[in-house]
């Protein structure tokens, strides 16, 4: 049985890629930061299904520490996978954005993943295989107004697994993107939207909050498709690098590298309504 660690477990793509894999016979340690949280996990599962919930805190380096030992300890010193799912945003014009706030949503989605990534390296460079999944987003392939911090985010992270993927594959060791559009998770709710009272771009704010709920929200997708996907993406004897999920994902991926930034602009403005923001 081969066994695979996955952050942010207690709700949306982690909760879902969790059952998944465990329904397909790996070992899950499925980690969340608040161990509170682990109720609605524990309801999908059934008393066949190999996991163990842990306590993980991306962001925190002795929380890494204690869990991968604690993993280790239980499998004997194997891991032949990670997901690295664990991930914040927020919705502001990037003039509105407090440094905290973007090192928040960095120290997740980022530096997070480094961290959690040295932990685990050494242990599947001596193994000689093993398999880094990120989930990032169709964020990484196109700029968006009001999401500048998390875009970013996602964009680093590519670039960065871009690199080490060829640091790593010599040790037998793969590094895969899973590239989401839009899902129903927690995401939408739990994110904070920044609008200071004397913000210039409380107008833009309020049309792009509105095409959200419209576009994005009211056409998101059920996040077991993604869940499915990590898992291919795991058990592929051959994984690819990127795996675009959703129409959405798919059709920004392949207008990524053919068409012109000024048409991908026009309809990203369109999408979110903000070709009538006059400031
Ligand atoms: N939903 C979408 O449409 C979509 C699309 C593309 C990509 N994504 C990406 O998918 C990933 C999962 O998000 P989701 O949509 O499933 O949202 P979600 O339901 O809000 O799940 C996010 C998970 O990350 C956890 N988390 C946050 N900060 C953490 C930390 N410091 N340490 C450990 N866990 C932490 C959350 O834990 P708490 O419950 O404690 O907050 C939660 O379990 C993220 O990387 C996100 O960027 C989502």
Same mark, same amino acid.
């Given at each position: 049985?081969?066994h ?6 207690s ?6 890629t969790?059952v ?42 002795? %929380? *890494?520490?204690? @869990?991968? #030992?604690?993993? =280790? ?9 990670? /997901? ?30 480094l961290a ?31 999401? %500048? *911090?998390?875009? @970013?985010? #996602?964009?680093? =992270? ?9 640091? /790593?594959?010599p ?9 989401p ?19 210039a ?18 056409r ?25 999920v ?6 920004m ?27």
């Open positions: 049985m081969s695979v660690l996955v952050t942010g477990c709700s949306g793509f982690g909760l879902e969790a998944e894999l465990a329904q397909r016979d790996w070992h899950v340690f499925a980690t969340m930061r608040n161990l509170d949280k682990r109720g609605r996990l524990d309801s999908f599962l059934t008393r066949s299904d190999k996991v163990d919930v842990l306590q993980l805190d991306v962001t925190d380096a002795a %929380s *890494i520490e204690h @869990a991968v #030992k604690e993993l =280790l300890a239980i499998t004997g010193g194997r891991l032949e996978a990670v /997901v690295h799912n664990a991930g914040v945003s927020h919705g502001a014009a990037f003039e509105d954005v407090p440094d905290d706030e973007a090192r928040r949503v960095f120290e997740t989605n980022f530096f997070g993943v959690l990534t040295r932990a685990v390296l050494p242990v599947m460079r001596e193994q000689r295989s093993g398999r880094i999944v990120l989930i990032s987003s169709d964020s990484a392939f196109y700029g968006a107004p009001g999401l %500048s *911090i998390y875009t @970013a985010s #996602k964009w680093a =992270l590519e670039g960065w697994a871009e690199s080490i993927a060829y640091e /790593v594959e040790f037998g060791i793969q590094v895969v993107c899973v590239e559009g839009s899902y129903r998770t927690d995401i939408w709710d739990s994110s904070p939207r920044i609008i200071p009272p004397d913000s771009y409380r107008e833009l704010a309020e049309i792009e909050e509105k095409a959200v709920q419209e576009q994005l929200v009211a998101a997708r059920d996040p077991k498709e993604v869940a499915k996907v990590v898992a291919r993406a795991l058990e592929a004897r051959q994984p690819r690098f990127r795996y675009p959703g129409p959405d994902a798919k059709t991926a392949t207008a990524r590298g053919i068409v012109p930034r000024r048409a991908q602009a026009a309809v990203v403005r369109r999408i979110l309504g903000i070709h009538r923001w006059k400031p």
